[in-house]
């Protein structure tokens, strides 16, 4: 039983130390895409892009989408890692996390690095969805840092918003789509922050309109 237990802290140990270390590679590279996405909107009205040559606006845009593009696949392969570390346990994590990269790598080669991403993206998507059904039901079989029921569905709101958001990125030339993603985003991540930020008042509210029910 002792080594069981002990066995139980070294699993944890190891799945706290993958949180903080995907926690702060993901805080990295949004920095990074914020920093690259300001400095280019600035540089694009202060440089009057808008007013150059249609070949020189053109060369400008495919530079910034360069500079930027490595930091967007980094960050779609850490929510390809992200979404399934709440299924599943660290050893089986890492197997998946190469798995996925490899399959990133065999679709960029035989189609094209947007097909890629997109897969990637996709597969986080349908993964997120069953996480954030599984939460809403209240399963105890999720691998999440933090208790409560509203903390945990909120976290899952917002991993969802995350993908989108980056989905969305890809999809811009989609107007309709475009919209509709940004929207859906919108919602869900600010419902998630409410939930995860303000999870006792939000539980003090259903309690309030459960005791209230006749």
Same mark, same amino acid.
């Given at each position: 039983?002792?080594? +069981?237990?002990?066995?139980?802290?070294?699993?944890?140990? $190891?799945?706290?130390?993958?949180?903080? @270390?995907?926690?702060?590679?993901?805080? *990295?590279?949004?920095?990074?895409?914020?920093?690259?996405?300001?400095?280019?909107?600035?540089?694009?009205?202060?440089?009057?892009?808008?007013?150059?040559?249609?070949?020189?606006?053109?060369?400008?845009?495919? #530079?910034?989408?360069?500079? &930027?593009?490595?930091?967007? &696949?980094?960050?779609?392969? %850490?929510?390809?890692?992200?979404?399934?570390?709440?299924? %599943?346990?660290? !050893?089986?994590?890492?197997?998946?996390?190469?798995? %996925? #990269?490899?399959?990133? *790598?065999?679709?960029? @080669? $035989?189609? +094209?690095?947007?097909?890629?991403?997109?897969?990637?993206?996709?597969? !986080?998507?349908?993964?997120?969805?069953?996480?954030?059904?599984?939460?809403?039901?209240?399963? $105890?079989?999720?691998?999440?840092?933090? !208790?409560?029921?509203?903390?945990?569905?909120?976290?899952?709101?917002?991993?969802?918003? %995350?993908?989108? =958001?980056?989905?969305?990125?890809?999809?811009?030339?989609?107007?309709?789509?475009?919209?509709?993603?940004? @929207?859906? #985003?919108? *919602?869900? !991540?600010?419902? *998630?922050?409410?939930?995860? =930020?303000?999870?006792?008042?939000?539980?003090?509210?259903?309690?309030?309109?459960?005791? #209230?029910?006749?």
């Amino acid at each position: 039983m002792l080594q +069981d237990m002990q066995n139980g802290k070294k699993a944890a140990g $190891r799945a706290g130390a993958l949180d903080y @270390w995907l926690i702060l590679a993901t805080a *990295g590279v949004l920095f990074a895409v914020s920093v690259i996405c300001v400095y280019g909107m600035f540089y694009y009205k202060l440089a009057l892009v808008e007013q150059l040559p249609p070949a020189e606006k053109a060369a400008y845009l495919n #530079t910034m989408n360069g500079v &930027i593009a490595p930091f967007i &696949i980094g960050l779609i392969l %850490l929510l390809g890692i992200c979404v399934p570390k709440r299924l %599943l346990p660290a !050893s089986w994590l890492y197997r998946f996390a190469a798995a %996925l #990269t490899v399959s990133a *790598g065999v679709l960029s @080669w $035989r189609l +094209d690095i947007t097909a890629a991403l997109t897969a990637v993206l996709a597969a !986080s998507l349908i993964l997120q969805l069953v996480v954030l059904a599984m939460a809403v039901a209240g399963s $105890r079989r999720l691998h999440f840092e933090k !208790s409560g029921y509203w903390v945990r569905v909120g976290s899952s709101l917002i991993h969802l918003g %995350l993908i989108l =958001f980056v989905l969305d990125l890809l999809l811009y030339r989609h107007l309709v789509l475009h919209l509709f993603l940004f @929207w859906v #985003t919108t *919602g869900a !991540s600010v419902l *998630g922050m409410v939930f995860c =930020f303000y999870a006792s008042a939000v539980a003090g509210i259903f309690r309030r309109r459960e005791n #209230t029910q006749p």
